[in-house]
């Protein structure tokens, strides 16, 4: 079997907030705690993404280009908003 190399798929796995892969042949698995920054692979455009926190609310976290739309538009007002206020004065 060639080495797997590969930034996991994260799927939310048991009740103690572990999160697995859902490579049919990698083993990995690893807990909620230090997950958040961690590279991984979104499940539905295979892009490279890094998790946040938002994304581990999901079962299994997706890049924020295929998340919720509304919810995306919601954050990036709020930060640009942040933002603004930040670099005035
Ligand atoms: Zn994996
Ligand atoms: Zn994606």
């Known amino acids: 079997m ?3 190399k590969h930034f996991h798929i994260y799927q939310r ?13 990698c083993s990995h698995y690893l807990h909620i705690s230090l997950l958040d920054g961690k ?3 979104c499940p539905l455009c295979h892009k ?10 999901r079962a299994v976290p ?7 739309t509304k919810f995306k538009g919601i ?3 709020a ?5 603004e206020l930040f670099t005035q004065e």
């Open 48 to 57: 490279e993404m890094i998790l946040t926190k938002d994304m581990l609310r």
């Open 75 to 77: 954050r990036y007002t």
């Open 13 to 25: 796995w048991g009740k103690k907030g572990y999160y697995r892969c859902t490579h049919s042949e």
């Open 2 to 4: 060639p080495a797997l």
């Open 39 to 41: 590279k991984s692979t």
């Open 79 to 83: 930060m640009d908003l942040a933002l």
């Open 62 to 68: 997706r890049c924020i280009y295929c998340s919720n």
